[in-house]
C-alpha cells in the first residue's frame, strides 16, 4: 500500500477537552489582554484633537496590506531592511501555518471530516515551513547581532528589544524542537522527513533519546511553546511588539493631501483660545498614534540634516518624547520638552518623513509648536529673523528693499508687466530672491531670456508682487503668510492669470498647494519643469557642450513634490555630464535653507550648506547646479566657507541653458514677445 504523506496535528498531546479546553482558553485569555491593552492606549489617543484620516478606505486598506506584506517601506535601507523583511516573512508564513493547522484540525476534520494537509500539498506546505522557520532564525540572529555587537551610533535598545529577541527565538526554536521530536518518533526512517530538512536534522540529533524521552521532550515544548505564542499575543499592547499593529495601521492613516502640505489655520475662530501647540492636548490624536507606531530604528535621525551636523534636533527624539508625555501624563510645556533650539533648527526637508517606514509625520509637530511661539508668544529664533518679518510686513520682502524696487531687474529685458499689459502666456512669479538678490536676479534673466526665445510671451506683477510667505508660514508665522498670500491670490486673480512659473522651489510648493485653501486654483509650474517642455516641443535649441557637473535636487522640487528627471534631462540637453552625489534623488541633502532657516543664522554645531557643498566637491565635478534660489544662496556661501571657490562654482539650470542656447536668426520663428510700455 502506497504510504499517504500527512501527518497526525495533535501528536502526542491529544485532540480532547484536556488540549483544546486550555489552550482555547489561554488563546482567549491573551485576545482578551490584547483587547484591553489597545483600548487603554486608545484613550490615550483620544487626549488629542479630532482628525479625519479614514476617507477612501479602499484605496488605505489596499495602501497598508501591500506595505505590510511587500516590506516595501522597511526595504528602502538596504542590509537592516532585507534582515528584517525576511524576518517578516519568515515569521510571516509560519503564522500563516499555523493557521491552515487550526482550520483542518479543529474546523474542517472535527465537523466535517475533511482533510487538505495531505499529499503533494502536504509536502510542499511542509518544506515551506521549516525553510521559512530558518529564514526566520537566521535573520533574527543578524538583527541581534546587528543591535547588540556592531550596534551602529545612535541606535537605542531598550528592555523591550531584548525581550523581543528573547521570546522570538524561544518561539521559533521550541517550534523546531517539537518538530524534531515528533519526527525522530514518527518519520525518521519515512521519505516524508526530508520535507522538513531542518526537523530532520533535528530528529537525527535526538536520535539517542528512547521514545519515552522523546515523548516528554515533545509534551512539555509543545505547551511550553503554547504559553510562549499567547504571552506574545497578549504581550503586544505593552511592548514595541504593539509596532506589528500600529506600523501597519499607521500607513492606513497617512495624510493624502499633497505631500508636505501644511494645515491652514483658521485665525479668524473666535472660539479659539490659542493657535498652534503648546500643550499634548492640542496635537490631534494622529500626533499620539504616530508615538506609538514608531520603532527607533533611526532611519529619521540619520537623514536629518541638523542632526547629523551636532544641532539639538533628533526627529526619533522628537517623537518618543512626544510619546512620553502622552503616556507617562506629563503636563509640561511641549517646547519645554522638545526645547527650543530644537524646535527652531529644523529645515523642513522632510527627509524624516520620507524615510520613516512607519509613516510618521514629524514635520507639522514642529511647525505647530513654532506656530504658538510666534502667534502667541511673538518668539523668533533671533533678532535677524524678527528683522525679516519687519521688512516683510512693510515692503512685501524679507531683503529689505522697497517695495516699488521689485520689478527692476526685469527692466533692461523690457518684460511685460501685467499692469501693463497682461495678454501674457505665463505670469512668472519672480519671488524675493529673484527681484532682490543680484546672484539669483542673474537666474530670472536667464529664464526669460529662455522664455523669449522660445516664442513665450511672459508677464511679471513687479511692484504688485509680494513674498509669497513660505519662510515666515515655515517659521510660524501663519497671521503674516495669509495676509501675503491673500493679497497675492486677489492680485492673480484681478489679472485672471491661468499659468505661473516659478524658479523658486519654495514659491513654487506654495502656490501650487497652500494657496489652494485660500481660494487660489490655476496651474502653478516649476521653471525646471517648463523649460523641460519646452524643450520637448522643440521650441527650445541648444547647443550641447561638456558641462562637468553635479546636480543637487532640492528639498521642496525632489521630496516635496517628486520632480527629479525633468532636470537631469536639461542638463543633459545642455550638455552636462552628472557625477552623482552620494545623497540625491529622494536621499538627497538639504542646503540648510528650508523651514524660514533662509532667514536665520545658524548659530549651532556645524554649516549644513558646508557639509553639502563639500560632498560636491567630492564628485570632482566642476560645476555645483540647482534649480533653487535659496540653495543657490546657500551654495555661493558654503563655497567660500568650504576654501573651494577655486573647486566648484554653483549655478542654475537656467544659466546653463543659456550660456549653451542656440539662437535662432529668425525672428518670426521665436513669436511675438511683448514689451512692456
Known sequence: MEMEFTREIYWNVGHGFLTLGPMYLLALTAIAIL?????????????????????????????????????????????PGIFHGLFFWGFFLLFIGTTIIVIQADFTDLFFGVKFLRGTFYKLFSITLDLAGLVAVIMLGALFVRRYILRPEGLETKRDDALMHGLLFAILLTGFIIEGARMAVTEIDSPLAVWSPVGFVLAKSMSSLDEGGLRSLHRFTWWFHLLMAMGFIASLPFTKFRHILTTSLN??????????????????????????????QDYTWKDIFDADACTLCKRCQDRCPAFTTEKPLSPMKIINQLGDMAFQGKMDAVVDTFTRDAIWACTTCRACQDICPASIEHVGKIIDVRRSLVLMEGEFPGEEVMS??????????????????????AEELNVTVMADNSDVDILYFAGCFASFDARNTKVAKSFVTLCREAGIKVGILGREEKCCGEPMRKMGNEYLYQTLAMENIETLERYNVNTVVTTCPHCFNTLAKDYRDLGLDI???????????????????????????????????????????????????AGGTITEMEKNRDQAF????????????????????????????????????????????MFEDGVKGAELEDQLIPKDIAEILVENLKKKTDSAARGPFIHSK
Open 590 to 633: 538639504c542646503c540648510s535653507a528650508g523651514g524660514g532657516r533662509i532667514l536665520a543664522e545658524e548659530k549651532i554645531g556645524s554649516r549644513i550648506n558646508v557639509k553639502r557643498v563639500r560632498m560636491a566637491a567630492a564628485t570632482g565635478a566642476h560645476h555645483l547646479l540647482s534649480n533653487c534660489p535659496f540653495c543657490l544662496t
Open 388 to 409: 525679516a518679518m519687519e521688512d516683510t510686513e512693510v515692503n512685501g520682502n524679507p531683503l529689505g528693499f522697497g517695495y516699488a524696487s521689485r520689478g527692476e531687474w
Open 35 to 79: 483587547a484591553y491593552g489597545f483600548l487603554l492606549r486608545i484613550n490615550v489617543y483620544k487626549q488629542g484633537q479630532s482628525l479625519a484620516r479614514t476617507d477612501n478606505p479602499g484605496q488605505r486598506t489596499v495602501n497598508t496590506i501591500k506595505t505590510a506584506l511587500l516590506q516595501t517601506s522597511v526595504t528602502r535601507v538596504t542590509i
Open 523 to 573: 496651474e502653478v509650474i516649476s521653471h525646471a519643469v517648463y523649460l523641460d517642455r519646452l524643450m520637448k516641443d522643440d521650441r527650445l535649441s541648444i547647443d550641447g557642450a561638456d558641462v562637468s557637473c553635479t546636480y543637487h535636487d532640492s528639498c521642496y522640487l525632489g521630496r516635496h513634490n517628486d520632480i527629479y528627471d525633468a532636470p537631469r534631462q536639461l542638463i543633459g540637453a
Open 251 to 280: 500607513k492606513f492613516f497617512a495624510d493624502h493631501g499633497p505631500t508636505g502640505k501644511l494645515a491652514t489655520l483658521d485665525l479668524e475662530d473666535e472660539e479659539a483660545e490659542s493657535f498652534g501647540v503648546v500643550t499634548l
